[in-house]
């Protein structure tokens, strides 16, 4: 499975952790950057994963910036993308098992490297329930639709 990480100038460091346990733990990833610590843009990185996402060249994604919003509410703005921000697994979890989200964003400034490397393993292993939830998130993907 692949994972396409972007992030912007707070996650230099921070990500390097980030990528050498995913690769542990099995994944392949794909380092969108950036990999400069000059202040920088997070739309960029955000439209960078969102499109490794929707045009399949990764399963998933991860959205790093300090506080993880910026970055998702980019990533929201690519039709197909469910990008949620999360600080804990409970949340991850759920990201994937009721809302399906392909692409999981947090806080470089927030969320230490083990509590991100906990909700990256609850994101990554959680499968979507489906039933009911495939119902809402459809709904969710409608509104998409309407608003284009
Ligand atoms: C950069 O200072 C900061 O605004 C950015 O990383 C992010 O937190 C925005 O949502």
Same mark, same amino acid.
């Given at each position: 499975m692949k994972i396409a990480l972007a992030n912007d100038h707070t996650a230099v460091e921070y990500k390097k952790e980030i990528i050498d346990w995913l690769k542990e733990q099995g994944w392949e990833v794909l380092?969108?950057? !950036? =990999?400069? !610590?000059a202040s920088t843009d997070y739309p960029v990185w955000g439209e960078k994963a969102a499109l490794a996402v929707v045009n399949g060249e990764a399963d998933f994604g991860i959205g790093i910036c300090g506080t993880g919003l910026g970055i998702s509410l980019a990533c929201n703005k690519v039709r197909g993308i469910r990008a949620c921000v999360c600080s804990e697994p409970y949340t991850a979890h759920y990201s994937r098992?009721? =809302? =399906?989200?392909n692409i999981i964003c947090f806080g470089s400034r927030l969320v230490g490297p083990e509590m991100a490397k906990m909700i990256l393993k609850e994101f990554l292993t959680t499968p979507f329930e489906g039933g009911r939830h495939a119902r809402r998130v459809n709904m969710i993907m409608d509104i998409e639709e309407r608003y284009r």
């Open positions: 380092d969108l950057g !950036t =990999n400069e !610590t098992a009721h =809302n =399906n989200c």
